[in-house]
């Protein structure tokens, strides 16, 4: 099988692509453009082990590049995408919106319009639990109006599974949309509380909680992610599904905190902070249409993640 994927060399997208190659019978052309958003060599050290394979192929360029896209598509038989590159953050969304609307907005449909002249019938596409904004109901269903998202970066992801809609219908183009819902793990972006906040503890630096420590996430480990993808992408019962997938715990930010003093033996010095523009208060995910459509059940609790995480972190940090 030939699987495009963007995004390759960020967190999600190297971990994809590093399964996946276990099979060799999958060729992966993996794409990024090393957007500066973080440090050009982490997403180098996410593929090392990636490019010496014989059935990898990467490819530095932008996904709004239409001749960058059209060449790939040109020369190589893709046969299936999974799409990630996205301009990430949604607090820099705010201060950036263009920006975002060019790279996930644009960039995707730009996307969609060299699947559809090389007839590319497959995608799985990474939306975001951010469009679900600040819900009062949970667990948070995908059935759910999300017309309130609270930041460009919700928008433009809901705006993209609107138009992934559009292109399955007019195109018969088979699409999941994946609601992914805070994901972390080994590669996690230095952005992200948990890596942050690893990194700030080691040198018994302070952390800034935005809140009163209350607000709540549903929390995914990365291999749980990788599965629910796999899964997406075999799928093929229908054309065009949005798909949560959650990880097995929703945890407040101070239980977050308390996890990683466990696993790190060491205790955090706490800074309470008020909430940022664009955050939400929690994130509750209902995983029954996964179950139900993907087979998908998350099998990695918070605490082993946890461990997991901060183990990788003292060998591999940069």
Not at 93 to 111: C, F, M, Q, R, W
């Amino acid at each position: 099988m030939n699987i495009l994927i963007t995004g390759a060399a960020g967190f999600i997208g190297s971990t994809i692509a590093d399964k996946l190659l276990i099979n060799e019978d999958n060729k992966i052309f993996a794409l990024d453009n090393f957007d500066d958003y973080y440090p050009k060599e982490i997403k180098e050290k996410n593929i090392q082990s990636a490019i010496l394979k014989s059935n990898y192929k990467f490819f530095e360029g932008d996904i709004t590049d239409e001749a960058f896209l059209e060449e790939i598509f040109k020369n190589n038989k893709i046969e299936k995408v999974i799409h990630l590159a996205a301009k990430a953050g949604v607090r820099p969304s705010i201060s950036n919106p263009l920006g975002y609307v060019k790279a996930n907005i644009e960039g995707t449909i730009k996307l969609l319009e060299v699947m559809k002249k090389y007839e590319v019938k497959k995608m799985v596409f990474a939306s975001s639990s951010s469009v679900y904004g600040n819900m009062d109901k949970e667990p948070f269903s995908e059935d759910m109006d999300v017309s309130k998202p609270q930041s460009p970066y919700a928008a433009t992801k809901l705006a993209c599974e609107q138009f992934l809609y559009n292109y399955s219908q007019l195109y018969n183009i088979k699409i999941v949309a994946l609601r992914l819902f805070t994901v972390y793990g080994p590669r996690q972006r230095p952005d992200l509380a948990i890596n942050k906040f690893v990194r700030l503890m080691e040198k018994d630096e302070t952390i800034p909680l935005y809140g009163d420590g209350s607000t709540k996430r549903n929390y995914t480990y990365i291999d749980d992610i990788v599965e629910g993808f796999i899964s997406a992408l075999n799928y093929n019962k229908t054309d065009f599904e949005i798909i949560n997938i959650g990880g097995k715990n929703v945890v407040t930010l101070n239980e977050m905190v308390d996890e990683l003093e466990y696993a790190m033996s060491k205790k955090a010095k706490r800074q309470y902070l008020e909430m940022q523009p664009g955050d939400v208060y929690k994130t509750v995910c209902s995983l029954d249409k996964a179950k139900r459509i993907l087979n998908y059940e998350p099998k990695v609790t918070f605490k082993e993640g946890i461990k997991n995480f901060v183990q990788w972190y003292k060998t591999n940090k940069i």
